[in-house]
């Protein structure tokens, strides 16, 4: 299934995406789950023209994700360093200030009010400010989306403030993303990150063509020569005078031999200390009678001129000083170039010139470099080899691979968030014991001359959605049961008419069922609507006619209804049974001794009890193979015909299918009410999703959790009522309250990391229904406000 975005005017997910299949006569919910892209990514580090090797990183990075998946997906946000001011391109849309505490506050508002799906962190630690970088955190702190990291740098012996800030950098990333086995062997053992919380993933490398060095040569003046190479920002643990110092003895067996130093001095480098080291290693040139074969070039490198640097050399050399380097980016770019490579043994370099992929020396010992470069130069066939090798074995490295396996990175953190929210048991959410006031201000913003829209974006109607049966339907429902405490009795009888005048326009005499999706432009969109559509309008035409005090609303609704109950017995779908059976029972209240009705409830009663007792298992007590959408109404159906018809089976059905739902849908931690998300739902034979959480699902529960109160009198049912009832007031994984007191409307559920701020109809009216019936079980007149 290809998921809904997670954008600020996504519409609400109204049953979620599944298959089905048939058990007896019904045809039942089987969850499926896959995963979508995330539709907006920001990145946060160094960007480009930024002088540093994270801005090339990241640019790279964001070029690659943009070719691969498409350029409006993702957006950076670059560090910028004191005092300095770049000419960012289009993508950056944000820039944070390095030592500006308020910066960091200010981009975490930005990135949760323009609802990015996830951010990807680029982490070192002197690119951020505070002690240790700590800064970052503070930003992290406040996102409400998913968060990946990629560490650049992963120390094994941190002090205590670069310890501190890995752990808890850990701790709020969703996944990290490492480069090497050397720092995930590290995060496990030093920072004791588990292992399933750590991707692996090369650094990236352009896709460059396997060609002979001597096609760029020219470029650098240095046709015909032999060409070895360092590139990269110059600093001293860079060790590049262990290759000067064993140029003597290589020009000795080869004249021909030129070495060329690429790469600017290091930003932080020259702040503290201008070009010393550079001259220093001039001068050691001179010294050495070396200088006329030894070329500094003292500029950043851009990336297309970096390619020609590693295309003319025949070696690539980097002599770093330690060991204590678990990411070289130029050594990957060499690699993937196909370059002949001698390195000293830091960790970066061990892994991945490992297999005769590259020549392995002691740390500062010229004289062994001395002896494999002569050696490479000599051995023209074994030079290649070693080319082939490496070429073949980064193929995995080139940035449209990287990119891919970025993007599977992503799915992961946003299905751990789905699956297992990060914030659920942090501590316990907003539990209440007094009822909100009704408000139909919502209601009506929603209703115009035709009916109830469907969608809203934010709190203002979508009129591009249209309108639906089943929430003209719901609508109805909630406008019946509000008339006894309407302070203006008009205004709720008069949303009723219109509603009830909605399904009459609906219904299709012609095959004697209702449509749903009617346009804007008033073109219905199909000939025949759902069966659960066709069973919520049965639904509200039976609440009319029992609850309704206005004597025309129920006489329509009387002649709708006779039209309406004889397609219930063909369906197959149980909550179209349920729903249906809601509406007759409604009619047999106004009318108990209607033989017919009597029928069809218990014929749908007994079809909820067969498909119950066909799929029933000791530790799954449920009539499908898996929980999908408006689960609590199956067991409330048993549970309503059975305590009318005296029906003991019915009832016991019903009790314990309830109760082995409401253990389902139970936080373990806090208790809080947890409903199944309908981002995969929950198969018995696979995963449970934990997102997106529905305000159907708690109003389901709720009123399924009240039923069983009034069959059984058991205090425990109407607890559960109340648990289920303050998932809408924030007691819930998100701590975060669905219903908006100021307009009176119910967001449309939360998301992993928040909640969707758009208050649509469905969501409203499931709020509604759910006060409204709370309301009736604690025989509160509800105070009615409609503005």
Not at 240 to 248: K, S
């Given at each position: 299934?290809?998921?809904?975005?997670?954008?600020?005017?996504?519409?609400?997910?109204?049953?979620?995406?599944?298959?089905?299949?048939?058990?007896?006569?019904?045809?039942?919910?089987?969850?499926?789950?896959?995963?979508?892209?995330?539709?907006?990514?920001?990145?946060?580090?160094?960007?480009?023209?930024?002088?540093?090797?994270?801005?090339?990183?990241?640019?790279?990075?964001?070029?690659?994700?943009?070719?691969?998946?498409?350029?409006?997906?993702?957006?950076?946000?670059?560090?910028?360093?004191?005092?300095?001011?770049?000419?960012?391109?289009?993508?950056?849309?944000?820039?944070?200030?390095?030592?500006?505490?308020?910066?960091?506050?200010?981009?975490?508002?930005?990135?949760?009010?323009?609802?990015?799906?996830?951010?990807?962190v680029q982490h070192e630690y002197?690119?951020?400010?505070?002690?240790?970088?700590?800064?970052?955190?503070?930003?992290?702190?406040?996102?409400?989306?998913?968060?990946?990291?990629?560490?650049?740098?992963?120390?094994?012996?941190?002090?205590?403030?670069?310890?501190?800030?890995?752990?808890?950098?850990?701790?709020?990333?969703?996944?990290?993303?490492?480069?090497?086995?050397?720092?995930?062997?590290?995060?496990?053992?030093?920072?004791?990150?588990?292992?399933?919380?750590?991707?692996?993933?090369?650094?990236?490398?352009?896709?460059?063509?396997?060609?002979?060095?001597?096609?760029?040569?020219?470029?650098?003046?240095?046709?015909?020569?032999?060409?070895?190479?360092?590139?990269?920002?110059?600093?001293?643990?860079?060790?590049?005078?262990?290759?000067?110092?064993?140029?003597?003895?290589?020009?000795?067996?080869?004249?021909?031999?030129?070495?060329?130093?690429?790469?600017?001095?290091?930003?932080?480098?020259?702040?503290?200390?201008?070009?010393?080291?550079?001259?220093?290693?001039?001068?050691?040139?001179?010294?050495?009678?070396?200088?006329?074969?030894?070329?500094?070039?003292?500029?950043?490198?851009?990336?297309?001129?970096?390619?020609?640097?590693?295309?003319?050399?025949?070696?690539?050399?980097?002599?770093?000083?330690?060991?204590?380097?678990?990411?070289?980016?130029?050594?990957?770019?060499?690699?993937?170039?196909?370059?002949?490579?001698?390195?000293?043994?830091?960790?970066?370099?061990?892994?991945?010139?490992?297999?005769?992929?590259?020549?392995?020396?002691?740390?500062?010992?010229?004289?062994?470099?001395?002896?494999?470069?002569?050696?490479?130069?000599?051995?023209?066939?074994?030079?290649?080899?070693?080319?082939?090798?490496?070429?073949?074995?980064?193929?995995?490295?080139?940035?449209?691979?990287?990119?891919?396996?970025?993007?599977r990175s992503f799915q992961k953190?946003?299905?751990?968030?789905?699956?297992?929210?990060?914030?659920?048991?942090?501590?316990?959410?907003?539990?209440?014991?007094?009822?909100?006031?009704?408000?139909?201000?919502?209601?009506?913003?929603?209703?115009?001359?035709?009916?109830?829209?469907?969608?809203?974006?934010?709190?203002?109607?979508?009129?591009?959605?249209?309108?639906?049966?089943?929430?003209?339907?719901?609508?109805?429902?909630?406008?019946?049961?509000?008339?006894?405490?309407?302070?203006?009795?008009?205004?709720?009888?008069?949303?009723?008419?219109?509603?009830?005048?909605?399904?009459?326009?609906?219904?299709?005499?012609?095959?004697?069922?209702?449509?749903?999706?009617?346009?804007?432009?008033?073109?219905?969109?199909?000939?025949?609507?759902?069966?659960?559509?066709?069973?919520?309008?049965?639904?509200?035409?039976?609440?009319?006619?029992?609850?309704?005090?206005?004597?025309n609303l129920r006489g329509l609704?009387?002649?709708?209804?006779?039209?309406?109950?004889?397609?219930?017995?063909?369906?197959?779908?149980?909550?179209?049974?349920?729903?249906?059976?809601?509406?007759?029972?409604?009619?047999?209240?106004?009318?108990?001794?209607?033989?017919?009705?009597?029928?069809?409830?218990?014929?749908?009663?007994?079809?909820?009890?067969?498909?119950?007792?066909?799929?029933?298992?000791?530790?799954?007590?449920?009539?499908?193979?898996?929980?999908?959408?408006?689960?609590?109404?199956?067991?409330?159906?048993?549970?309503?015909?059975?305590?009318?018809?005296?029906?003991?089976?019915?009832?016991?059905?019903?009790?314990?299918?309830?109760?082995?739902?409401?253990?389902?849908?139970?936080?373990?931690?806090?208790?809080?009410?947890?409903?199944?998300?309908?981002?995969?739902?929950?198969?018995?034979?696979?995963?449970?999703?934990?997102?997106?959480?529905?305000?159907?699902?708690?109003?389901?529960?709720?009123?399924?959790?009240?039923?069983?109160?009034?069959?059984?009198?058991?205090?425990?049912?109407?607890?559960?009522?109340?648990?289920?009832?303050?998932?809408?007031?924030?007691?819930?994984?998100?701590?975060?309250?669905?219903?908006?007191?100021?307009?009176?409307?119910?967001?449309?559920?939360?998301?992993?990391?928040?909640?969707?701020?758009?208050?649509?109809?469905?969501?409203?009216?499931?709020?509604?229904?759910?006060?409204?019936?709370?309301?009736?079980?604690?025989?509160?007149?509800?105070?009615?406000?409609?503005?």
């Amino acid at each position: 299934m290809s998921l809904p975005k997670t954008l600020p005017f996504r519409k609400p997910l109204r049953i979620g995406s599944s298959v089905s299949r048939v058990i007896g006569s019904a045809q039942v919910i089987e969850p499926t789950v896959s995963l979508s892209l995330p539709s907006r990514i920001a990145i946060i580090g160094n960007y480009l023209p930024r002088q540093c090797g994270i801005a090339t990183f990241t640019t790279d990075l964001c070029d690659a994700v943009s070719g691969e998946y498409g350029t409006e997906r993702l957006f950076a946000l670059p560090v910028n360093d004191p005092d300095s001011e770049y000419g960012y391109p289009e993508r950056v849309r944000f820039e944070l200030t390095e030592e500006e505490l308020s910066s960091y506050h200010r981009a975490a508002e930005f990135l949760n009010f323009t609802n990015v799906d996830l951010v990807c962190v680029q982490h070192e630690y002197g690119i951020f400010g505070g002690k240790a970088g700590s800064h970052i955190l503070e930003l992290l702190q406040r996102l409400r989306m998913p968060v990946v990291t990629t560490l650049h740098t992963v120390l094994r012996d941190p002090n205590p403030d670069q310890h501190r800030v890995m752990v808890e950098l850990a701790e709020l990333s969703d996944r990290l993303i490492v480069m090497s086995q050397h720092s995930s062997d590290f995060l496990q053992e030093i920072f004791q990150v588990p292992a399933n919380k750590i991707d692996v993933i090369p650094h990236g490398v352009p896709n460059l063509a396997f060609v002979d060095p001597n096609f760029y040569k020219d470029r650098f003046a240095v046709g015909g020569k032999s060409v070895l190479l360092t590139f990269g920002l110059l600093s001293p643990n860079k060790g590049v005078e262990t290759v000067i110092q064993a140029m003597p003895r290589i020009l000795s067996h080869n004249s021909n031999v030129m070495y060329i130093v690429a790469g600017a001095t290091h930003p932080h480098i020259r702040k503290r200390e201008g070009d010393r080291y550079r001259e220093s290693l001039q001068l050691l040139a001179k010294d050495l009678g070396v200088e006329k074969n030894v070329i500094f070039h003292n500029r950043f490198v851009s990336p297309e001129e970096m390619m020609e640097f590693i295309g003319c050399a025949d070696i690539y050399i980097t002599p770093y000083k330690n060991e204590a380097q678990v990411v070289s980016g130029t050594l990957a770019y060499a690699l993937g170039a196909g370059k002949a490579v001698i390195s000293t043994p830091y960790w970066h370099a061990l892994e991945l010139l490992d297999q005769r992929r590259g020549i392995i020396v002691p740390f500062n010992d010229e004289n062994a470099i001395a002896e494999q470069t002569i050696h490479l130069l000599e051995n023209e066939a074994e030079r290649h080899a070693m080319r082939k090798r490496a070429y073949v074995y980064s193929r995995n490295m080139v940035w449209k691979c990287v990119a891919q396996d970025y993007m599977r990175s992503f799915q992961k953190a946003r299905a751990d968030r789905m699956w297992n929210s990060r914030l659920a048991g942090s501590r316990p959410g907003n539990r209440i014991a007094q009822l909100p006031q009704v408000r139909l201000n919502h209601l009506s913003r929603m209703t115009d001359d035709t009916g109830m829209l469907q969608h809203a974006i934010f709190a203002v109607p979508n009129y591009h959605e249209g309108y639906a049966t089943d929430d003209n339907a719901r609508a109805l429902i909630v406008s019946i049961l509000a008339e006894p405490g309407a302070m203006n009795a008009e205004s709720p009888k008069t949303l009723a008419s219109r509603y009830l005048a909605f399904l009459w326009l609906a219904f299709n005499a012609a095959n004697g069922r209702f449509r749903n999706f009617l346009s804007y432009s008033r073109e219905w969109q199909e000939a025949q609507g759902s069966e659960d559509s066709h069973g919520r309008a049965l639904w509200s035409l039976g609440t009319a006619i029992h609850q309704s005090g206005n004597e025309n609303l129920r006489g329509l609704a009387g002649r709708l209804f006779e039209l309406a109950v004889p397609a219930v017995l063909s369906f197959t779908s149980p909550r179209s049974w349920a729903f249906s059976l809601f509406g007759i029972q409604e009619y047999l209240d106004r009318f108990p001794g209607d033989r017919s009705a009597q029928r069809h409830r218990d014929l749908l009663a007994a079809k909820l009890l067969k498909i119950y007792q066909i799929t029933r298992t000791p530790d799954w007590n449920w009539f499908e193979e898996g929980l999908a959408y408006s689960n609590a109404r199956l067991p409330q159906a048993l549970l309503l015909a059975g305590s009318r018809a005296s029906n003991k089976e019915w009832l016991a059905a019903g009790l314990e299918s309830l109760t082995w739902l409401e253990k389902q849908q139970r936080c373990t931690i806090n208790g809080h009410f947890v409903p199944i998300g309908s981002q995969g739902f929950y198969s018995k034979t696979g995963g449970r999703a934990r997102f997106d959480q529905q305000p159907l699902e708690a109003n389901a529960t709720v009123c399924a959790c009240l039923e069983a109160y009034r069959a059984t009198g058991e205090e425990r049912w109407r607890t559960q009522a109340w648990t289920a009832f303050n998932w809408f007031l924030g007691d819930n994984d998100l701590k975060t309250s669905l219903y908006d007191p100021s307009t009176g409307g119910c967001r449309d559920g939360l998301h992993a990391d928040r909640a969707n701020e758009n208050q649509g109809a469905e969501s409203t009216l499931s709020f509604l229904m759910a006060l409204l019936e709370m309301q009736q079980l604690e025989v509160v007149t509800p105070e009615l406000t409609l503005r």
